[in-house]
């Protein structure tokens, strides 16, 4: 059986408009990051991961103390659109807790933009298991506003 590439395929996509503002994303850990003392990789297994547009944007793969708060700022290609689906900006989390604990344990995930909060969500994981999830952040465009007509009619009375 053989395999013919038939080269890539171009999709035409719809722009993405970048969102106005300088946006700084935030991650405090209530817990240690660490990795799991029984995993097969243990030299490249992130112990903190976020992506981003299918991009790491956070990676570590040290231990991370509690109480650590990790920021990325500026946080670029933020887009906006005009519905809940074009201004859809997703986020995925994975910290490793280390070894297997009976408690939860708890993220705060802050998005600013222009220093203001605009997502602050606090994640919780099972016991046990790493803390892990996705946050979605949705900017809508200002609406155009439509343009009146000046009247410049001369009133000559």
Do not use: C
Not at 20 to 37: C, H, Q
Not at 82 to 89: C, I, K, M, P, T
Not at 125 to 141: C, K, W, Y
């Amino acid at each position: 059986m053989s395999a013919r590439n038939y080269g890539t395929v171009q999709v035409d996509a719809l722009p993405e408009l970048v969102a106005p503002g300088v946006f700084r994303l935030e991650l405090m850990l209530t817990f240690p990051a660490e990795r799991d003392p029984f995993a097969f990789d243990l030299e490249n297994e992130p112990t903190v991961l976020v992506t981003f547009r299918r991009k790491n944007i956070i990676r570590a793969t040290d231990p991370v103390q509690a109480g650590t708060t990790l920021q990325v700022h500026p946080l670029e290609h933020v887009v906006e659109g005009n519905d809940e689906l074009s201004g859809r900006n997703e986020f995925y989390f994975e910290i490793l807790t280390g070894e297997d604990s009976k408690i939860a344990r708890g993220l705060r995930f802050r998005i600013f933009r222009d220093e203001q909060v605009v997502v602050d969500q606090t994640v919780w994981s099972d016991p046990g298991e790493p803390v892990r999830g996705t946050v979605n952040l949705v900017i809508l465009a200002a609406p155009e506003t439509e343009h009146t007509q000046a009247d410049l009619s001369i009133d000559r009375n």
